[in-house]
Protein backbone atom coordinates (compact mmCIF):
# COMPACT_ATOMS: atom_id res chain seq x y z
CA UNK A 1 0.00 0.00 0.00
CA UNK A 2 1.77 3.13 -1.29
CA UNK A 3 0.05 5.63 1.39
CA UNK A 4 2.03 3.07 4.07
CA UNK A 5 5.62 3.38 2.72
CA UNK A 6 5.27 7.40 2.10
CA UNK A 7 4.93 7.40 5.92
CA UNK A 8 7.94 5.03 6.48
CA UNK A 9 9.66 6.68 4.20
CA UNK A 10 8.52 10.36 5.83
CA UNK A 11 9.33 9.11 9.46
CA UNK A 12 12.97 9.10 8.60
CA UNK A 13 13.17 12.32 7.42
CA UNK A 14 13.70 14.54 10.45
CA UNK A 15 13.21 17.66 8.36
CA UNK A 16 9.90 16.69 7.00
CA UNK A 17 8.21 15.78 10.39
CA UNK A 18 9.40 19.02 12.25
CA UNK A 19 8.45 21.46 9.63
CA UNK A 20 5.68 22.76 12.35
CA UNK A 21 5.53 23.05 15.55
CA UNK A 22 2.69 24.14 17.53
CA UNK A 23 2.26 26.29 20.91
CA UNK A 24 -0.53 25.80 23.11
CA UNK A 25 -2.24 28.11 25.66
CA UNK A 26 -3.68 26.67 28.41
CA UNK A 27 -6.14 28.48 31.33
CA UNK A 28 -5.55 28.45 34.84
CA UNK A 29 -7.81 24.72 35.21
CA UNK A 30 -5.16 23.21 32.45
CA UNK A 31 -7.58 23.44 29.83
CA UNK A 32 -5.92 24.17 26.28
CA UNK A 33 -7.65 27.67 25.02
CA UNK A 34 -5.26 28.57 22.17
CA UNK A 35 -2.82 27.05 19.68
CA UNK A 36 -0.47 28.52 17.18
CA UNK A 37 1.61 27.79 14.68
CA UNK A 38 4.74 30.32 13.49
CA UNK A 39 4.67 30.79 9.96
CA UNK A 40 6.31 28.58 7.29
CA UNK A 41 6.40 30.69 3.78
CA UNK A 42 7.70 35.05 5.04
CA UNK A 43 4.63 37.14 4.84
CA UNK A 44 4.17 38.60 1.98
CA UNK A 45 5.76 42.36 1.39
CA UNK A 46 5.09 43.34 -2.45
CA UNK A 47 4.09 41.07 -5.65
CA UNK A 48 0.43 39.45 -5.53
CA UNK A 49 -1.04 36.37 -6.84
CA UNK A 50 -1.43 38.76 -10.04
CA UNK A 51 2.44 38.32 -10.58
CA UNK A 52 1.76 33.83 -10.52
CA UNK A 53 1.67 33.20 -14.34
CA UNK A 54 4.43 35.39 -15.12
CA UNK A 55 7.23 34.15 -12.89
CA UNK A 56 5.69 30.36 -14.04
CA UNK A 57 6.76 31.45 -17.85
CA UNK A 58 9.58 33.71 -16.52
CA UNK A 59 11.57 30.98 -14.36
CA UNK A 60 9.79 27.78 -16.12
CA UNK A 61 8.31 28.70 -19.84
CA UNK A 62 8.34 25.21 -20.68
CA UNK A 63 6.63 23.54 -17.06
CA UNK A 64 3.10 22.07 -17.80
CA UNK A 65 0.57 24.19 -15.55
CA UNK A 66 -2.58 22.84 -16.48
CA UNK A 67 -4.54 20.39 -18.39
CA UNK A 68 -7.14 21.26 -20.67
CA UNK A 69 -9.67 18.39 -21.33
CA UNK A 70 -11.02 18.85 -24.95
CA UNK A 71 -13.36 15.87 -25.94
CA UNK A 72 -11.65 13.00 -23.48
CA UNK A 73 -8.25 13.92 -24.12
CA UNK A 74 -6.18 16.37 -21.67
CA UNK A 75 -3.82 18.87 -23.37
CA UNK A 76 -1.09 20.33 -21.94
CA UNK A 77 -0.88 24.27 -21.11
CA UNK A 78 2.38 24.76 -20.43
CA UNK A 79 3.35 28.18 -18.19
CA UNK A 80 4.17 30.61 -21.13
CA UNK A 81 0.59 30.24 -23.02
CA UNK A 82 -1.14 30.51 -19.76
CA UNK A 83 0.56 33.82 -19.47
CA UNK A 84 -0.26 35.29 -22.81
CA UNK A 85 -3.70 33.69 -22.59
CA UNK A 86 -4.17 35.63 -19.16
CA UNK A 87 -2.48 39.25 -20.52
CA UNK A 88 -4.62 38.49 -23.76
CA UNK A 89 -7.36 38.48 -21.57
CA UNK A 90 -6.32 41.43 -19.40
CA UNK A 91 -6.13 43.52 -22.87
CA UNK A 92 -9.96 42.83 -23.83
CA UNK A 93 -11.10 43.83 -20.06
CA UNK A 94 -9.12 46.98 -20.06
CA UNK A 95 -10.62 47.95 -23.71
CA UNK A 96 -13.48 47.00 -21.81
CA UNK A 97 -13.48 49.90 -20.20
CA UNK A 98 -12.22 47.87 -16.53
CA UNK A 99 -10.79 50.42 -14.40
CA UNK A 100 -8.01 49.33 -11.80
CA UNK A 101 -9.91 48.47 -8.80
CA UNK A 102 -12.86 47.53 -11.27
CA UNK A 103 -14.92 44.39 -10.22
CA UNK A 104 -16.01 41.77 -12.79
CA UNK A 105 -18.30 39.32 -11.76
CA UNK A 106 -17.77 35.35 -13.34
CA UNK A 107 -20.65 33.33 -12.89
CA UNK A 108 -19.52 29.53 -14.58
CA UNK A 109 -18.99 26.06 -13.32
CA UNK A 110 -15.74 24.95 -12.71
CA UNK A 111 -13.86 24.97 -16.12
CA UNK A 112 -10.17 26.56 -17.42
CA UNK A 113 -11.15 29.53 -18.85
CA UNK A 114 -12.68 30.54 -15.18
CA UNK A 115 -8.99 30.29 -14.02
CA UNK A 116 -7.63 32.32 -17.12
CA UNK A 117 -10.15 34.82 -16.41
CA UNK A 118 -9.31 35.09 -12.26
CA UNK A 119 -5.75 35.58 -13.33
CA UNK A 120 -6.84 38.20 -16.13
CA UNK A 121 -8.84 40.47 -14.09
CA UNK A 122 -6.36 40.75 -11.59
CA UNK A 123 -3.91 41.59 -14.26
CA UNK A 124 -5.78 44.24 -15.31
CA UNK A 125 -5.57 45.37 -11.77
CA UNK A 126 -9.66 44.77 -11.32
CA UNK A 127 -11.14 42.46 -8.56
CA UNK A 128 -13.19 38.91 -9.33
CA UNK A 129 -16.58 38.66 -7.42
CA UNK A 130 -17.81 35.19 -7.98
CA UNK A 131 -20.95 34.08 -8.20
CA UNK A 132 -21.76 30.15 -7.77
CA UNK A 133 -23.52 28.59 -10.99
CA UNK A 134 -27.04 27.93 -9.62
CA UNK A 135 -27.76 31.31 -8.38
CA UNK A 136 -31.32 32.99 -9.10
CA UNK A 137 -32.09 36.23 -10.44
CA UNK A 138 -32.54 37.45 -7.43
CA UNK A 139 -29.24 36.28 -5.71
CA UNK A 140 -27.74 37.61 -9.06
CA UNK A 141 -29.15 40.97 -8.49
CA UNK A 142 -28.20 41.28 -5.10
CA UNK A 143 -24.20 40.64 -5.79
CA UNK A 144 -24.13 42.53 -8.92
CA UNK A 145 -25.92 45.45 -7.16
CA UNK A 146 -24.07 45.01 -3.72
CA UNK A 147 -20.71 44.56 -5.59
CA UNK A 148 -20.80 47.37 -8.31
CA UNK A 149 -19.67 45.30 -11.14
CA UNK A 150 -19.79 46.60 -14.48
CA UNK A 151 -18.85 43.48 -16.19
CA UNK A 152 -19.81 40.38 -16.00
CA UNK A 153 -19.15 36.44 -17.49
CA UNK A 154 -21.35 33.73 -17.69
CA UNK A 155 -20.59 30.23 -18.71
CA UNK A 156 -23.76 29.33 -20.69
CA UNK A 157 -27.36 31.47 -21.99
CA UNK A 158 -29.41 30.44 -19.36
CA UNK A 159 -26.97 31.83 -17.24
CA UNK A 160 -26.84 35.03 -19.21
CA UNK A 161 -30.70 35.06 -19.14
CA UNK A 162 -30.22 34.88 -15.62
CA UNK A 163 -28.16 37.75 -14.93
CA UNK A 164 -30.12 39.47 -17.42
CA UNK A 165 -33.36 38.75 -15.22
CA UNK A 166 -31.87 39.50 -12.44
CA UNK A 167 -30.02 43.26 -13.44
CA UNK A 168 -32.86 44.53 -15.37
CA UNK A 169 -33.61 46.88 -13.16
CA UNK A 170 -30.65 48.78 -12.63
CA UNK A 171 -29.89 51.95 -13.45
CA UNK A 172 -26.79 50.86 -15.62
CA UNK A 173 -26.92 47.03 -16.52
CA UNK A 174 -24.05 45.46 -16.71
CA UNK A 175 -21.75 44.15 -20.05
CA UNK A 176 -22.43 40.64 -20.07
CA UNK A 177 -19.63 37.61 -22.08
CA UNK A 178 -20.90 34.45 -22.48
CA UNK A 179 -17.92 31.45 -22.51
CA UNK A 180 -19.97 29.06 -24.43
CA UNK A 181 -20.32 32.17 -27.01
CA UNK A 182 -16.84 32.60 -27.52
CA UNK A 183 -16.43 35.48 -24.82
CA UNK A 184 -12.26 34.42 -24.66
CA UNK A 185 -12.31 34.46 -28.06
CA UNK A 186 -14.24 37.68 -28.36
CA UNK A 187 -12.10 39.61 -25.32
CA UNK A 188 -8.86 38.61 -27.16
CA UNK A 189 -9.71 40.26 -30.32
CA UNK A 190 -11.32 43.05 -28.50
CA UNK A 191 -8.21 44.19 -26.90
CA UNK A 192 -5.63 43.17 -29.54
CA UNK A 193 -4.73 47.07 -29.77
CA UNK A 194 -3.85 47.28 -26.03
CA UNK A 195 -0.04 47.25 -25.45
CA UNK A 196 1.05 44.24 -23.21
CA UNK A 197 2.66 47.39 -21.52
CA UNK A 198 -0.10 48.78 -20.24
CA UNK A 199 -0.96 45.12 -18.62
CA UNK A 200 2.54 44.83 -16.84
CA UNK A 201 1.78 48.63 -15.38
CA UNK A 202 -1.46 48.05 -14.09
CA UNK A 203 -0.32 44.62 -12.74
CA UNK A 204 2.78 46.28 -10.81
CA UNK A 205 1.01 48.92 -9.07
CA UNK A 206 -0.91 46.23 -7.31
CA UNK A 207 -0.15 45.82 -3.43
CA UNK A 208 -0.32 43.01 -1.21
CA UNK A 209 -3.73 44.98 0.66
CA UNK A 210 -5.44 45.49 -2.91
CA UNK A 211 -8.54 43.74 -2.45
CA UNK A 212 -8.41 40.91 -4.91
CA UNK A 213 -11.93 39.35 -4.70
CA UNK A 214 -15.40 39.86 -2.91
CA UNK A 215 -16.54 37.05 -2.17
CA UNK A 216 -20.28 36.38 -1.14
CA UNK A 217 -21.15 33.72 1.66
CA UNK A 218 -23.71 30.94 0.52
CA UNK A 219 -25.37 31.16 3.51
CA UNK A 220 -27.18 29.19 5.26
CA UNK A 221 -29.65 32.24 6.44
CA UNK A 222 -30.24 35.38 5.59
CA UNK A 223 -28.95 37.79 2.52
CA UNK A 224 -25.40 36.83 0.97
CA UNK A 225 -22.22 38.44 2.49
CA UNK A 226 -19.34 40.14 0.61
CA UNK A 227 -15.89 38.98 2.21
CA UNK A 228 -13.33 41.09 1.34
CA UNK A 229 -10.24 39.15 0.67
CA UNK A 230 -6.89 41.06 -0.22
CA UNK A 231 -3.78 39.39 -2.03
CA UNK A 232 -2.12 39.02 0.46
CA UNK A 233 -4.73 36.67 2.50
CA UNK A 234 -4.49 34.55 -0.45
CA UNK A 235 -1.15 34.58 -0.55
CA UNK A 236 -0.74 33.66 3.27
CA UNK A 237 -3.02 31.00 2.28
CA UNK A 238 -1.67 29.23 -0.79
CA UNK A 239 1.98 29.61 0.59
CA UNK A 240 1.81 28.39 3.61
CA UNK A 241 -0.17 25.23 2.66
CA UNK A 242 1.84 25.05 -0.10
CA UNK A 243 4.96 24.62 2.01
CA UNK A 244 3.28 22.31 4.56
CA UNK A 245 2.05 20.18 2.57
CA UNK A 246 3.62 20.08 -1.20
CA UNK A 247 6.86 18.71 -0.16
CA UNK A 248 4.97 15.19 1.18
CA UNK A 249 3.18 14.61 -2.12
CA UNK A 250 6.29 15.25 -4.11
CA UNK A 251 9.44 14.47 -2.26
CA UNK A 252 8.29 11.50 -0.10
CA UNK A 253 5.87 9.77 -3.00
CA UNK A 254 8.64 10.29 -5.68
CA UNK A 255 5.19 11.16 -7.61
CA UNK A 256 4.81 14.95 -9.85
CA UNK A 257 1.47 15.88 -8.38
CA UNK A 258 -1.55 16.35 -9.92
CA UNK A 259 -5.16 17.01 -9.24
CA UNK A 260 -8.66 17.49 -10.55
CA UNK A 261 -10.61 20.53 -9.80
CA UNK A 262 -13.96 19.75 -9.51
CA UNK A 263 -15.30 22.54 -6.50
CA UNK A 264 -17.27 25.30 -7.42
CA UNK A 265 -14.21 28.27 -8.30
CA UNK A 266 -17.75 30.43 -6.49
CA UNK A 267 -16.03 28.85 -3.33
CA UNK A 268 -12.99 30.50 -1.80
CA UNK A 269 -11.85 26.59 -1.08
CA UNK A 270 -11.80 26.02 -5.03
CA UNK A 271 -10.28 29.32 -5.73
CA UNK A 272 -7.19 28.95 -3.26
CA UNK A 273 -6.27 25.76 -4.35
CA UNK A 274 -5.95 26.85 -7.77
CA UNK A 275 -3.62 29.38 -6.48
CA UNK A 276 -1.70 26.79 -4.20
CA UNK A 277 -1.20 24.71 -7.28
CA UNK A 278 -0.25 27.40 -9.61
CA UNK A 279 2.28 28.57 -6.88
CA UNK A 280 3.56 25.29 -6.58
CA UNK A 281 3.56 24.43 -10.69
CA UNK A 282 0.88 21.52 -9.57
CA UNK A 283 -0.36 20.20 -12.93
CA UNK A 284 -4.67 21.14 -12.51
CA UNK A 285 -7.31 19.83 -14.74
CA UNK A 286 -10.76 21.04 -14.16
CA UNK A 287 -14.70 18.98 -13.64
CA UNK A 288 -17.43 21.04 -13.85
CA UNK A 289 -19.07 18.54 -11.86
CA UNK A 290 -19.43 16.75 -8.48
CA UNK A 291 -21.74 14.24 -9.26
CA UNK A 292 -20.13 10.95 -8.84
CA UNK A 293 -21.47 9.80 -12.03
CA UNK A 294 -20.11 12.76 -13.91
CA UNK A 295 -17.09 13.00 -11.97
CA UNK A 296 -15.72 9.44 -12.24
CA UNK A 297 -15.08 9.23 -15.98
CA UNK A 298 -13.20 12.20 -15.37
CA UNK A 299 -11.18 11.00 -12.22
CA UNK A 300 -9.94 7.68 -14.39
CA UNK A 301 -9.22 10.24 -17.74
CA UNK A 302 -6.83 12.40 -15.41
CA UNK A 303 -5.56 10.01 -12.64
CA UNK A 304 -4.80 12.89 -10.33
CA UNK A 305 -2.62 11.95 -7.02
CA UNK A 306 -4.21 14.10 -4.64
CA UNK A 307 -7.91 15.50 -4.42
CA UNK A 308 -9.68 18.75 -2.06
CA UNK A 309 -13.21 17.61 -1.99
CA UNK A 310 -15.85 17.63 0.87
CA UNK A 311 -17.31 14.94 3.04
CA UNK A 312 -20.33 13.98 0.45
CA UNK A 313 -17.41 13.11 -2.27
CA UNK A 314 -16.42 10.03 -0.15
CA UNK A 315 -19.73 9.21 1.38
CA UNK A 316 -20.69 8.85 -2.55
CA UNK A 317 -17.61 6.76 -3.56
CA UNK A 318 -17.86 4.42 -0.07
CA UNK A 319 -22.20 4.00 -0.91
CA UNK A 320 -21.25 2.92 -4.51
CA UNK A 321 -18.54 0.51 -3.59
CA UNK A 322 -21.21 -1.52 -1.32
CA UNK A 323 -23.75 -0.92 -4.22
CA UNK A 324 -21.24 -2.84 -6.60
CA UNK A 325 -20.85 -5.34 -4.02
CA UNK A 326 -24.50 -5.64 -3.14
CA UNK A 327 -25.00 -6.40 -7.11
CA UNK A 328 -22.22 -8.89 -7.06
CA UNK A 329 -24.12 -10.92 -4.03
CA UNK A 330 -20.93 -9.82 -1.96
CA UNK A 331 -22.86 -7.36 0.35
CA UNK A 332 -21.92 -9.06 3.30
CA UNK A 333 -18.02 -9.14 2.27
CA UNK A 334 -18.11 -5.37 1.67
CA UNK A 335 -19.55 -4.72 5.41
CA UNK A 336 -17.06 -6.99 6.90
CA UNK A 337 -14.42 -5.15 4.54
CA UNK A 338 -15.99 -2.18 5.83
CA UNK A 339 -15.20 -3.71 9.69
CA UNK A 340 -11.83 -4.83 8.92
CA UNK A 341 -10.50 -1.26 7.14
CA UNK A 342 -11.46 0.18 10.20
CA UNK A 343 -9.65 -1.72 12.52
CA UNK A 344 -6.83 -1.74 10.05
CA UNK A 345 -6.33 1.76 9.94
CA UNK A 346 -7.04 2.46 13.42
CA UNK A 347 -4.07 0.05 14.65
CA UNK A 348 -1.90 0.88 12.08
CA UNK A 349 -1.80 4.76 12.53
CA UNK A 350 -1.51 3.97 16.56
CA UNK A 351 2.06 2.31 14.77
CA UNK A 352 3.00 4.55 12.66
CA UNK A 353 2.24 7.24 15.81
CA UNK A 354 4.29 5.25 18.08
CA UNK A 355 1.24 4.73 20.55
CA UNK A 356 0.61 1.11 19.64
CA UNK A 357 1.88 -1.91 18.39
CA UNK A 358 -0.09 -1.86 14.79
CA UNK A 359 -2.17 -4.46 13.34
CA UNK A 360 -1.52 -8.35 14.01
CA UNK A 361 -0.66 -10.95 11.66
CA UNK A 362 -4.67 -12.21 11.20
CA UNK A 363 -5.71 -8.65 10.60
CA UNK A 364 -2.90 -7.95 8.21
CA UNK A 365 -4.47 -11.04 6.40
CA UNK A 366 -7.77 -10.10 6.18
CA UNK A 367 -6.63 -6.65 5.31
CA UNK A 368 -4.84 -8.23 2.19
CA UNK A 369 -7.39 -10.31 1.34
CA UNK A 370 -9.72 -7.31 1.22
CA UNK A 371 -7.02 -5.30 -0.71
CA UNK A 372 -8.08 -7.96 -3.54
CA UNK A 373 -11.81 -7.87 -3.60
CA UNK A 374 -12.81 -4.34 -2.16
CA UNK A 375 -10.30 -1.47 -1.39
CA UNK A 376 -8.21 -1.91 -5.22
CA UNK A 377 -11.41 -1.48 -6.46
CA UNK A 378 -11.89 1.93 -4.54
CA UNK A 379 -8.83 3.86 -5.68
CA UNK A 380 -9.30 2.51 -9.61
CA UNK A 381 -12.62 4.58 -8.73
CA UNK A 382 -10.33 7.69 -7.94
CA UNK A 383 -8.24 7.02 -11.08
CA UNK A 384 -5.62 4.24 -9.89
CA UNK A 385 -2.62 7.05 -8.66
CA UNK A 386 -4.29 8.96 -5.87
CA UNK A 387 -2.50 8.82 -2.31
CA UNK A 388 -3.86 11.72 -0.86
CA UNK A 389 -7.00 13.72 -0.32
CA UNK A 390 -8.38 16.65 1.90
CA UNK A 391 -11.79 16.95 2.77
CA UNK A 392 -13.06 20.07 4.18
CA UNK A 393 -16.84 22.26 4.44
CA UNK A 394 -18.16 19.32 7.23
CA UNK A 395 -16.52 17.11 9.48
CA UNK A 396 -15.96 13.68 8.03
CA UNK A 397 -16.83 10.60 9.68
CA UNK A 398 -14.36 8.90 11.51
CA UNK A 399 -14.71 5.55 10.38
CA UNK A 400 -14.77 6.44 7.22
CA UNK A 401 -11.52 8.22 7.02
CA UNK A 402 -10.33 4.82 8.42
CA UNK A 403 -11.44 2.97 5.65
CA UNK A 404 -9.66 5.21 2.86
CA UNK A 405 -6.38 5.13 5.10
CA UNK A 406 -6.78 1.21 4.92
CA UNK A 407 -7.62 1.75 1.14
CA UNK A 408 -4.37 3.54 0.09
CA UNK A 409 -5.92 6.83 0.36
CA UNK A 410 -4.52 9.64 3.39
CA UNK A 411 -7.60 11.94 3.90
CA UNK A 412 -6.68 15.06 5.72
CA UNK A 413 -9.11 16.72 7.49
CA UNK A 414 -9.17 20.71 7.46
CA UNK A 415 -11.60 23.58 8.52
CA UNK A 416 -11.91 27.26 7.60
CA UNK A 417 -14.59 29.60 6.29
CA UNK A 418 -15.05 32.16 3.07
CA UNK A 419 -13.68 34.45 5.98
CA UNK A 420 -10.67 32.87 6.50
CA UNK A 421 -9.76 32.51 2.76
CA UNK A 422 -10.37 28.51 3.33
CA UNK A 423 -8.18 26.51 5.37
CA UNK A 424 -7.53 27.88 8.75
CA UNK A 425 -6.52 23.99 10.20
CA UNK A 426 -5.33 20.91 8.74
CA UNK A 427 -4.11 17.85 10.18
CA UNK A 428 -0.27 17.84 9.75
CA UNK A 429 0.63 15.43 6.99
CA UNK A 430 2.79 13.38 8.46
CA UNK A 431 0.73 13.21 12.00
CA UNK A 432 -2.33 11.87 11.11
CA UNK A 433 -5.56 12.06 13.63
CA UNK A 434 -9.05 10.88 11.82
CA UNK A 435 -11.87 12.47 13.69
CA UNK A 436 -10.05 16.48 14.33
CA UNK A 437 -9.76 18.98 11.69
CA UNK A 438 -5.66 19.42 12.38
CA UNK A 439 -3.85 22.29 13.89
CA UNK A 440 -3.62 25.97 12.58
CA UNK A 441 -2.48 26.36 9.13
CA UNK A 442 1.14 28.19 9.67
CA UNK A 443 0.92 31.79 10.62
CA UNK A 444 -2.94 31.11 12.29
CA UNK A 445 -3.78 30.74 16.12
CA UNK A 446 -6.85 29.25 17.13
CA UNK A 447 -8.62 30.39 20.52
CA UNK A 448 -11.97 28.98 22.13
CA UNK A 449 -13.60 31.67 24.02
CA UNK A 450 -15.37 30.91 27.09
CA UNK A 451 -18.63 29.75 25.60
CA UNK A 452 -17.22 27.23 23.25
CA UNK A 453 -16.84 29.46 20.36
CA UNK A 454 -13.71 29.21 17.87
CA UNK A 455 -11.69 32.47 17.04
CA UNK A 456 -8.80 32.79 14.64
CA UNK A 457 -6.08 34.93 13.99
CA UNK A 458 -3.44 35.32 11.21
CA UNK A 459 -2.74 36.65 7.59
CA UNK A 460 -5.17 34.52 6.40
CA UNK A 461 -8.40 36.59 8.10
CA UNK A 462 -10.42 38.58 5.87
CA UNK A 463 -10.61 42.42 6.88
CA UNK A 464 -14.40 43.26 6.32
CA UNK A 465 -17.47 42.28 4.61
CA UNK A 466 -18.18 44.60 1.30
CA UNK A 467 -20.43 47.34 2.44
CA UNK A 468 -21.55 46.15 5.85
CA UNK A 469 -19.44 47.52 8.66
CA UNK A 470 -22.12 46.63 11.29
CA UNK A 471 -21.67 42.91 10.54
CA UNK A 472 -17.92 43.17 10.56
CA UNK A 473 -17.75 44.73 13.80
CA UNK A 474 -19.99 42.00 15.40
CA UNK A 475 -17.32 38.83 14.46
CA UNK A 476 -14.23 41.13 14.01
CA UNK A 477 -12.46 41.54 17.22
CA UNK A 478 -8.75 42.72 17.87
CA UNK A 479 -8.45 40.78 14.97
CA UNK A 480 -9.80 37.75 16.34
CA UNK A 481 -12.76 36.17 13.65
CA UNK A 482 -15.56 34.61 15.42
CA UNK A 483 -16.79 31.73 13.64
CA UNK A 484 -19.92 30.72 14.81
CA UNK A 485 -18.56 27.03 15.39
CA UNK A 486 -17.78 25.13 18.43
CA UNK A 487 -15.21 23.40 18.94
CA UNK A 488 -12.25 21.93 21.50
CA UNK A 489 -8.44 22.00 21.18
CA UNK A 490 -6.33 19.17 22.74
CA UNK A 491 -2.90 18.95 24.35
CA UNK A 492 -1.13 19.00 20.71
CA UNK A 493 -3.45 21.78 19.64
CA UNK A 494 -5.60 19.37 17.40
CA UNK A 495 -8.62 21.19 16.65
CA UNK A 496 -12.46 19.19 17.03
CA UNK A 497 -15.62 21.24 15.85
CA UNK A 498 -18.58 20.14 17.48
CA UNK A 499 -21.52 21.81 16.09
CA UNK A 500 -22.17 25.41 15.37
CA UNK A 501 -23.18 28.06 17.59
CA UNK A 502 -26.84 28.94 16.23
CA UNK A 503 -27.81 25.60 15.98
CA UNK A 504 -27.20 24.44 18.87
CA UNK A 505 -30.38 22.67 20.38
CA UNK A 506 -31.81 23.05 23.85
CA UNK A 507 -34.76 19.85 24.87
CA UNK A 508 -36.76 21.08 26.95
CA UNK A 509 -35.60 18.72 29.84
CA UNK A 510 -32.21 21.35 29.66
CA UNK A 511 -30.07 19.18 27.46
CA UNK A 512 -28.10 21.21 25.16
CA UNK A 513 -27.38 19.24 21.79
CA UNK A 514 -25.09 19.87 19.00
CA UNK A 515 -27.08 18.71 15.85
CA UNK A 516 -24.27 18.33 13.59
CA UNK A 517 -22.14 15.11 14.67
CA UNK A 518 -25.35 13.29 14.48
CA UNK A 519 -26.29 14.57 10.98
CA UNK A 520 -22.33 13.94 9.96
CA UNK A 521 -23.12 10.36 10.93
CA UNK A 522 -26.32 9.68 9.44
CA UNK A 523 -25.47 10.93 5.89
CA UNK A 524 -22.07 8.66 6.16
CA UNK A 525 -24.46 5.61 6.09
CA UNK A 526 -27.00 4.67 3.31
CA UNK A 527 -29.47 4.82 2.07
CA UNK A 528 -29.79 8.28 3.96
CA UNK A 529 -30.12 11.04 1.34
CA UNK A 530 -29.93 14.34 3.60
CA UNK A 531 -31.39 15.02 7.52
CA UNK A 532 -31.97 17.50 9.73
CA UNK A 533 -32.12 17.04 13.68
CA UNK A 534 -34.76 18.72 15.79
CA UNK A 535 -35.59 18.95 19.47
CA UNK A 536 -35.14 22.63 20.49
CA UNK A 537 -37.56 23.12 23.32
CA UNK A 538 -38.84 19.19 22.81
CA UNK A 539 -38.53 16.71 25.50
CA UNK A 540 -36.70 14.61 22.97
CA UNK A 541 -34.03 14.34 19.41
CA UNK A 542 -35.72 13.66 16.83
CA UNK A 543 -34.81 13.68 12.89
CA UNK A 544 -36.42 14.73 9.23
CA UNK A 545 -34.88 12.02 6.66
CA UNK A 546 -34.47 11.73 2.72
CA UNK A 547 -33.76 9.21 0.72
CA UNK A 548 -30.47 9.35 -1.60
CA UNK A 549 -31.94 8.38 -4.54
CA UNK A 550 -29.08 6.43 -5.72
CA UNK A 551 -28.86 4.64 -2.51
CA UNK A 552 -32.94 4.04 -3.23
CA UNK A 553 -32.55 2.88 -6.93
CA UNK A 554 -29.97 -0.12 -5.68
CA UNK A 555 -32.50 -1.03 -3.08
CA UNK A 556 -35.02 -1.83 -5.31
CA UNK A 557 -33.19 -3.41 -7.94
CA UNK A 558 -31.55 -6.12 -5.44
CA UNK A 559 -35.55 -6.71 -4.08
CA UNK A 560 -36.46 -6.66 -8.00
CA UNK A 561 -38.99 -3.88 -6.85
CA UNK A 562 -40.57 -1.87 -9.33
CA UNK A 563 -37.66 1.62 -10.19
CA UNK A 564 -40.77 3.69 -10.31
CA UNK A 565 -42.19 2.35 -6.64
CA UNK A 566 -43.73 5.54 -5.26
CA UNK A 567 -41.65 7.22 -2.32
CA UNK A 568 -44.56 7.47 -0.57
CA UNK A 569 -44.82 3.62 -0.97
CA UNK A 570 -40.90 3.45 0.10
CA UNK A 571 -41.12 5.74 3.11
CA UNK A 572 -43.56 3.45 4.55
CA UNK A 573 -41.79 -0.11 3.90
CA UNK A 574 -40.44 -1.52 6.78
CA UNK A 575 -37.43 -2.99 5.47
CA UNK A 576 -36.10 0.48 4.42
CA UNK A 577 -36.65 2.04 7.90
CA UNK A 578 -35.24 -0.90 9.19
CA UNK A 579 -32.11 0.30 7.46
CA UNK A 580 -32.42 3.99 8.49
CA UNK A 581 -32.68 2.62 12.12
CA UNK A 582 -29.24 1.36 11.50
CA UNK A 583 -27.69 5.08 10.11
CA UNK A 584 -29.41 6.05 13.28
CA UNK A 585 -27.85 3.49 15.60
CA UNK A 586 -25.09 4.27 14.02
CA UNK A 587 -25.21 8.01 14.64
CA UNK A 588 -26.24 7.59 18.38
CA UNK A 589 -22.83 5.46 18.77
CA UNK A 590 -21.45 9.03 18.84
CA UNK A 591 -23.29 10.60 21.81
CA UNK A 592 -24.92 10.21 25.04
CA UNK A 593 -28.98 8.70 25.54
CA UNK A 594 -29.79 12.10 26.51
CA UNK A 595 -28.94 13.49 23.37
CA UNK A 596 -29.57 10.52 21.06
CA UNK A 597 -32.40 10.50 18.62
CA UNK A 598 -35.25 8.39 19.45
CA UNK A 599 -37.82 9.31 16.06
CA UNK A 600 -37.47 9.81 13.13
CA UNK A 601 -39.53 10.96 10.06
CA UNK A 602 -38.93 9.49 6.45
CA UNK A 603 -39.99 12.39 4.28
CA UNK A 604 -40.50 12.66 0.45
CA UNK A 605 -38.40 14.34 -2.18
CA UNK A 606 -34.87 15.79 -1.24
CA UNK A 607 -33.16 18.79 -0.09
CA UNK A 608 -31.55 20.96 -2.94
CA UNK A 609 -30.25 23.71 -3.92
CA UNK A 610 -33.55 24.71 -6.80
CA UNK A 611 -35.91 24.18 -3.69
CA UNK A 612 -34.04 26.41 -1.49
CA UNK A 613 -32.98 23.42 1.25
CA UNK A 614 -29.37 23.81 0.53
CA UNK A 615 -26.52 25.90 -0.24
CA UNK A 616 -24.13 26.16 -2.91
CA UNK A 617 -21.58 24.37 -0.49
CA UNK A 618 -24.05 21.68 0.30
CA UNK A 619 -25.34 22.85 3.55
CA UNK A 620 -28.60 22.52 4.61
CA UNK A 621 -30.34 25.47 5.36
CA UNK A 622 -32.00 24.57 8.32
CA UNK A 623 -34.46 27.07 9.13
CA UNK A 624 -35.81 26.22 5.78
CA UNK A 625 -36.52 22.94 6.18
CA UNK A 626 -37.56 23.13 9.08
CA UNK A 627 -40.30 25.29 8.16
CA UNK A 628 -41.34 23.37 4.77
CA UNK A 629 -41.62 20.02 7.27
CA UNK A 630 -43.41 21.22 9.92
CA UNK A 631 -46.05 19.25 10.09
CA UNK A 632 -44.12 16.29 10.21
CA UNK A 633 -42.18 17.95 13.25
CA UNK A 634 -45.05 17.83 15.07
CA UNK A 635 -46.34 14.49 14.11
CA UNK A 636 -43.04 13.39 15.59
CA UNK A 637 -43.86 14.23 18.89
CA UNK A 638 -47.54 13.32 18.98
CA UNK A 639 -49.06 15.49 21.26
CA UNK A 640 -47.38 18.96 19.70
CA UNK A 641 -45.09 19.54 22.36
Known amino acids: MGV ?44 TTADLPYANASEAPHAVVLRRRQGTAWHPVTAAAFAREVTAVAKGLIAAGLEPGGRVAVMSRTRYEWTVLDFAIWAAGGQTVPIYATSSADQVEWIVRDSGARHVVTETAEHTATVMTGTAGHDRAPRVWELEAEAIADLTVLGRDVPDEEVGKRRTTLTPDTIATVCYTSGTTGRPKGCVLTHANLHAEAANTVELLHPIFKEVTNQDASTLLFLPLAHILGRALQIACLMARIEIGHCPSIKPDELRPALKEFRPTFLVGVPYLFEKIHDTGRATAEKMGRGSSFDRADRIAVRFGEAYLHKFLGTGKGPGAGLYAAWALYDLLVYRRVRKELGGRMRYAISGGSPLDRNLNLFF ?9 GYGLTETTAAATIVPPLKPRPGTVGRPVPGTAVRIADDGEVLIKGGIVFGSYWNNPAATDAVLKDDWFATGDLGSLDEDGYLTITGRKKDILVTSGGKNVSPAVLEDRLRSRPPVGQCVVVGDNRPFVAALITLDPDAVAHWLAVRKRPADTPMADL ?12 A ?35 KVKRHAVTAAYAREIEALYGDGS
Open 584 to 618: VDYANEAVSRAESIRAFALVEGEFTEENGMLTPSL
Open 405 to 413: YAAGILVYE
Open 571 to 582: IQDPRIRADVQK
Open 4 to 47: RKDLKRAKQRADLMDRTRVEVVKDAAGVVREARTPLLAPQVTTG
